[in-house]
Structure formats: C-alpha cells, structure tokens
C-alpha cells in the first residue's frame, strides 16, 4: 500500500473508532475491550557492534468486542493498532460470525486464530493474557521476524465439544501466500486467494478440568504459493505452488497446587515443488516447554525453552525455511516473572536469550507493564 493510501485507510479508522467510542449507548450496541502495554527493554549480541540502545516502546492497542446478536449466534472482531518502527499501522487480527446449533456443531466464517495447538487458540493478541512477555518465538504472528507458520486462517471454523471431555477444531480456508521476490512475511489473503488451492486444518482435544489436564493433537494441510507478480528466482509467477506442506503436532497442559506444565510439539512435512531449491522433500521440528509456579498469591515465575530444527546445510537445505527467511535453526531460553498488579494489570520481568546455529546470539531483558480495560 503507497504511503497516501496508508494515510487515508489509518485516517478513516481512525475517525470510525472515535465515532463508535462517542456514540451513546443505545446506538453503538456493543462493549468494547481493550489490551495495551508498554515496554522498556535493553539488547546485548555476542558482537557488541550489533547492540541496540535501550529504548522505551509500546506494544499493539488491541480493540476487541464479541456480542450476540440472537441467542445462537454471535460476532467478534478485533483489530490491533501498532507502529511498525515508522508509523501507525491498523491491523484486523480477526473478524467473524459464528452460529451455534448445540453443543456439538457451531460453525463460523471469517478470520480466526488458526486451530494449531494451545498457545494460538488461548493467548490471543495482549501481553496480559500470556506469563511472558514474548510468545514462542516459531509461533510468533505472521510479520514476526521469527515466525515460521500462519497463525491466523481466513475461511470457515467448526467447532464443537462431545463425549463428556472431547473437543473439536476443524478449518477449511484460504492457504498461504509469501511474495519472494520483495515480501518479508506470511501472507494470509482476506478477500482474494492467490489460487484454487485451500488449506484444511484440525485439532482434537481431551480435557480433564478437575485433575488440571488438557492434551490435543492438530494437523494443517497447506500450500504455500507465490504472491509476487513477478517471475521469481525459480521461474515462477503470481499463483504458483512454491511448497507443499503437511504439519502434525502435540499439545500438553497440566496444571496443580500452583504449578503449571505447557508443551507444543510441531513435524512440518515440506515438500518443495520442481525447481524450488532442491525440489525435494524436509522435515522439520518445533517445540516448546514451558514451567511455571505461582507463589505469593500475585507472583509467578515462568522458564520456556524452545527449539527450531530443520535442514540448512550446504547442499541439504529445507526450501521453505529459505523463503519465509529463517536461514538457520535456533533455541531461545526465557525467563519471566510475572506480578499481578491487581485483575486488570500486570508487570513482568522477562528475560530473553536467542541462540541461532551458527550466527550471534542475541540477549534481551525487558520490563513490561501490561493492561486490560473492560
């Protein structure tokens, strides 16, 4: 989008927001919520002429609302306001209409958090909700510098619960699009696919409430297509299948006496189409484990390791990595201790260690004061 354009659409929301905020009740017709946080952080790198000053920033305003509008079915939107490092960016983050026919069956259509493992379908867009300052750095969102998968899907989501403790998850949407030739990240197309191809997601999940477990396992089916309207480094052009990629994984939750335990485990099956890269086909993995403790009643002290492997030898190189830009494996160890303010506020303490194969690791401590108004 040219700057002008930018300008006019952050102008119009802008106004939209303000109009929606000053109308009286009875005509607005929705609650509204919103997330927000403020940071001050400081980075060390193993090469000290790659340090950055310590700075003072704030997060993503998230404004959000849910409301039903007949007592089967209800809509949400929510829409993520934050600076790029230039200006002011507005993104909708998700926006959707879902019915309910009982208990077992409800299906929605529009643009949901994709169904891939606890994290992404629980802590959504504010700080507030997580224990850490930062999410997993492979689950990061889509224009994350560390993300790996589309978390986000845009199409239709069933959902429904069965059998006592079971629940279901199932996605048929838009499948995912990267621009080789100038992009930076994941595309999920809104209003226009890039091609006839879909992507078909699903998780399964077992809950035993009382005794604090939950487990689930989740699949995607996916493409990732050319989005550039040039021909590419391979030959290609807009539309053209650059991987095909099948994704399997494991997700874990247990929580008793103060403690918690959360996993994700993730096999990406990618397999590149002739002549991209090495036209064959890689496997690679993602996981994480989590380990908190509350103690004080307002305190707790969270630790996260996580872990990123796929192939990136001379010769042996896993295509699909290369072209979202993740050019070697890496693990990151976190630290967070978390003080609840009060139920609307928090402060953590987060410290971050990012260690790549190869390359300079890099160490961030951050202070963050998160928020949620109602």
């Known amino acids: 989008m040219n700057p002008t354009k930018k300008t006019l659409s952050l102008l119009t929301s802008a106004l939209c927001g303000a109009a929606l905020l000053a ?7 929705i609650d509204l919520g919103v997330m927000g946080d403020v940071s001050y952080y400081s980075t060390s790198s193993s090469d000290p002429t790659k340090d950055e000053p310590n700075a003072f920033a704030f997060g993503g305003l998230d404004l959000y609302s849910t409301q039903k509008i007949d007592p089967q079915t209800s809509t949400f939107f929510e829409m993520v306001m934050e600076n790029d490092g230039e200006q002011f960016v507005v993104d909708i983050e998700r926006y959707w209409i879902k019915h309910e026919f009982d208990r077992a069956f409800s299906l929605g259509a529009g643009r949901f958090h994709a169904p891939l493992g606890y994290w992404n379908r629980n802590f959504h867009h504010g700080v507030f909700l997580q224990d850490t300052v930062s999410r997993p750095s492979f689950l ?29 998850e199932l996605s048929y949407a838009n499948s995912s699009a990267f621009d080789t030739v100038s992009g930076s990240e994941i595309l999920i197309p809104n209003v226009a696919d890039v091609n006839n191809k879909k992507a078909a997601l699903g998780r399964l999940m077992y809950q035993l409430p009382a005794q604090g477990l939950h487990v689930a396992g989740f699949f995607m089916d996916n493409s990732l297509s050319e989005a550039s309207t040039s021909t590419d480094a391979y030959g290609l052009t807009f539309g053209d299948e650059l991987v095909k990629q099948m994704v399997y994984g494991l997700d874990f939750r247990y929580e008793k006496a103060g403690f918690d335990v959360l996993a994700e485990y993730y096999n990406l099956n990618n397999d590149a189409q002739p002549g991209v890269g090495d036209g064959q086909s890689h496997t690679g993995t993602e996981y994480y484990v989590q380990l908190g403790y509350r103690f004080a009643d307002k305190f707790k ?23 979202i830009g993740r050019t070697e494996p890496w693990k990151t160890e976190v630290a967070c201790l978390r003080y609840d303010v009060s139920d609307s506020n928090a402060l953590m303490l987060e410290y971050k260690n990012e260690k790549p194969d190869t390359g300079d690791s890099v160490k961030t401590t951050t202070l963050n004061w998160s928020f949620m108004m109602f």
């Open 23 to 29: 109308a009286p009740a009875a005509y607005a017709g």
């Open 140 to 168: 990061d969102f889509e224009d994350g510098s560390t993300a790996t998968l589309p978390m986000h899907v845009v199409g239709l989501l069933a959902e429904g619960k069965f059998a006592g403790n079971f629940g279901y």
């Open 301 to 323: 002290a969270t630790y996260r390791h996580e872990d990123v492997s796929f192939d990136a030898e001379v010769g042996n190189v896993d295509e699909y990595y290369q072209i």
